[in-house]
């Protein structure tokens, strides 16, 4: 008796071509990082909510972590976790802030 192909077969089937890697392979040149401040008293530190599951309660207690130490908390969000921001998004976060907080959680 020979098994009869099911209608699932032919997925399993396209998956036999070549192995793509989901990691960025590429090689960049090492960037330096930002200076770190001494503290955030005084500072204007943005939380930006990505839009996962539970984020937002993160940034909750980052925000009232940060504020009992001075610093100015404003909040925004992007639009959905699986695209990267918007332009007008990253560029309102440069002019408005000095400090940035990006929540993934889950």
């Given amino acids: 008796m020979t098994r009869q192909p ?13 192995f793509v890697s989901p990691f960025d392979d590429r090689v960049r040149p090492l960037s330096p990082l930002a200076a770190r401040p001494d503290g955030v008293a005084g500072r204007r ?16 207690r980052l925000e009232a972590l940060l504020a009992g130490e ?14 990267p921001a918007s332009a ?8 408005r802030t000095e400090l940035l907080v990006e929540a993934l959680a889950d």
């Fill in 88 to 95: 007008e998004l990253i560029e309102q976060l440069a002019r």
């Fill in 45 to 60: 530190v943005a939380l930006l909510d990505i839009t996962k599951n539970r984020g937002s309660e993160l940034l909750d």
């Fill in 70 to 83: 001075g610093a100015t908390v404003s909040r925004c969000s992007k639009e959905i976790f699986s695209k």
């Fill in 6 to 18: 099911l209608a699932d077969d032919r997925a399993h089937r396209s998956l036999e071509g070549p």
